[in-house]
């Protein structure tokens, strides 16, 4: 995986919950951070869509189960492009 394609996971993720200290690695799920909830969800995936000009599918939103299932679907759709 790209480390550019991790900085900016991280990015959106902090933008979204107003925290310099969030780091997300491959394992980190919604339980791992406090006020991760269905809306926030929602701002997640939007700000990754707009992050890195993607749009990602409810189908594709239902078969993540943490933020590596995340960064393995932008990386195949950046290279995609």
Do not use: C, P, Y
């Amino acid at each position: 995986m790209s480390h550019n394609v991790s900085e900016r996971v991280n990015g959106v993720f902090r933008r979204i919950f107003k925290n310099e200290n969030i780091t997300v690695n491959r394992e980190t799920t919604a339980k791992d951070i406090t006020g991760w909830d269905s809306i926030t969800h929602l701002h997640i995936i939007s700000g990754m869509e707009e992050e890195f000009n993607i749009e990602i599918t409810g189908f594709e939103v239902m078969n993540m189960e943490n933020v590596g299932d995340l960064m393995d679907l932008l990386e195949e759709k950046l290279s995609n492009q």
